[in-house]
Each structure stands twice: as structure tokens, then as C-alpha cells.
């Protein structure tokens, strides 16, 4: 039932943060895509709030963002990288207590499943387990025990591992 509860709590964040991904949009051009990143591409001024504003609002009002989103047009994209990152959150929420406990004992399941959702392939992830149990402390004991903090803690450690930021690109 624990697990039921907290799956449904994951997907209600996992639908809202696409919310807020869609209405934000990049930050260096807009709301992504649809037809109000069409209707305003020309616009010399991109990074302007205004036009991202009018970017976001012509596809509200369209309503075709969805459409566009799901059938990869009006520039829109499914490269997978928003919900590879969405399953690693999920995941470290549904399996933060089990996960602490295999970053401190630098091996178990849980850590394997995590590097590999990461996209840590098999072959580096003995210096994957390894780093985090070095790095326990700074990465789950320092008082934070949010399990996005702890992913993007992660993903921060990795980049500036020399062996791993290699393979996480």
C-alpha cells in the first residue's frame, strides 16, 4: 500500500514537473516547442521573458502542444532525456532508505538499478559504486535527505569523477 501511495505521489510530481517544463520552457529560447515557438522563432530577442510569455501562451491557447509533443511535430522532440531523469527521481524515491544503504556499503541492487537507469554502463559502474561510497557522507548523511537532492548530488558527483563524466555524457 506504502509503495501504491507513494507511485501515485511520484507520477502526480512526474506530471507536474512536465507541466512546468512545458509552460517554462528552455531558458535560452522558450517554451520548447509547438506552434507558439513557430509563431515567434524570428523574434531577435529570444531570451526576453515577454517572448518566451507569448511563446507559452500561443500554445496554450493553440492547445496542440500535447499533439505536437506526443506526434514529434511543430519542432518538437522525443530524445528520451526528460524521462530518463524523471525514472531516476522516481526510482531514488521509491527506494531512498534501501539506496543509502547500498551507497554506504558501496554495492546492492538498488545501487546497480540506479547506475544503470543513470546510464552508467556495466563496465564502469565498480568505479560508480565505489565513488559513492567514498562520497557517502557528502552525498546522503550531510542532512539533506531529499531524494532529488540526492540524485542531483549524483549526477553533480559523476561529472566530476575523471573516469565517469567520460561515459555520463
Same mark, same amino acid.
Given at each position: 500500500?506504502?509503495?501504491?501511495?507513494? $507511485?501515485? =505521489? =511520484?507520477?502526480?510530481?512526474?506530471?507536474?514537473?512536465?507541466?512546468?517544463?512545458?509552460?517554462?520552457?528552455?531558458?535560452?529560447?522558450?517554451?520548447?516547442?509547438?506552434?507558439?515557438?513557430?509563431?515567434?522563432?524570428?523574434?531577435? *530577442?529570444?531570451? =526576453?521573458?515577454?517572448?518566451?510569455?507569448?511563446?507559452?501562451?500561443?500554445?496554450?491557447?493553440?492547445?496542440?502542444?500535447?499533439?505536437?509533443?506526443?506526434?514529434?511535430?511543430?519542432?518538437?522532440?522525443?530524445?528520451?532525456?526528460?524521462?530518463?531523469?524523471?525514472?531516476?527521481?522516481?526510482?531514488?524515491? #521509491?527506494?531512498?532508505?534501501?539506496?543509502?544503504?547500498?551507497?554506504?556499503?558501496?554495492?546492492?541492487? *538498488? $545501487?546497480?538499478?540506479?547506475?544503470?537507469?543513470?546510464?552508467?554502463?556495466?563496465?564502469?559502474?565498480?568505479?560508480?559504486?565505489?565513488?559513492?561510497?567514498?562520497?557517502?557522507?557528502?552525498? =546522503?548523511?550531510?542532512?539533506?535527505?531529499?531524494?532529488?537532492?540526492?540524485?542531483?548530488? #549524483?549526477?553533480?558527483?559523476?561529472?566530476?569523477?575523471?573516469?565517469?563524466?567520460?561515459?555520463?555524457?
Amino acid at each position: 500500500m506504502k509503495k501504491l501511495l507513494m $507511485l501515485g =505521489v =511520484v507520477g502526480m510530481f512526474v506530471a507536474t514537473q512536465g507541466g512546468f517544463a512545458l509552460a517554462a520552457g528552455n531558458p535560452d529560447t522558450g517554451p520548447g516547442c509547438g506552434l507558439g515557438k513557430i509563431a515567434w522563432e524570428n523574434y531577435p *530577442h529570444q531570451k =526576453v521573458i515577454g517572448i518566451q510569455t507569448m511563446e507559452a501562451t500561443t500554445n496554450g491557447l493553440m492547445g496542440n502542444n500535447t499533439f505536437a509533443i506526443s506526434s514529434g511535430t511543430s519542432g518538437c522532440t522525443n530524445d528520451g532525456k526528460f524521462w530518463a531523469e524523471q525514472k531516476v527521481n522516481a526510482f531514488a524515491s #521509491l527506494n531512498f532508505e534501501n539506496l543509502a544503504q547500498d551507497m554506504a556499503q558501496g554495492q546492492g541492487e *538498488h $545501487l546497480a538499478s540506479l547506475a544503470t537507469l543513470m546510464g552508467i554502463p556495466a563496465a564502469q559502474q565498480p568505479a560508480f559504486f565505489t565513488m559513492t561510497q567514498e562520497k557517502y557522507a557528502s552525498l =546522503v548523511a550531510a542532512g539533506e535527505t531529499s531524494p532529488v537532492a540526492l540524485v542531483k548530488a #549524483l549526477n553533480e558527483a559523476v561529472a566530476t569523477n575523471p573516469m565517469l563524466a567520460k561515459v555520463s555524457q
